[in-house]
């Protein structure tokens, strides 16, 4: 006997134990991107929230939630790495003095707003 999800054209697949997962899949999830922010927030929930994974991939609104996080996450990393640029003094002035120390000033300053990022946003 066919689920009324079947007899609409949907298909599942199998995970684990043998559950049946339906495949979630329409025009508007697939248009979405999800670049490193997303990836780091689904491999998180993924490991530490399944449930809320789950839940969300059941629902057909994970890629949704990780499109969200995705946008939050570049806009305040991108806001952070501004802030602590002026506020240590980086111009560009700098960089075309002396690039070494530019560069140093900057791979600092992008690590700590990648840590800030991770624990305000991706891994909560």
Known sequence: MQSIYEQ????YHEYK????IPDLSDAETEQLSISVWGQRRRKYIKEYNRGLYEG???TGKLYQHLSVIDKQAQERYDVIVEQMKKAQGI???LKSENQFIWLQKMNSICDAAREI???EIIFV
């Open 91 to 93: 111009t560009e002035l």
């Open 17 to 20: 134990n043998g559950h049946l």
């Open 8 to 11: 609409c054209g949907g298909t």
């Open 56 to 58: 969300l991939l059941l």
């Open 117 to 119: 990022v991770n624990t």
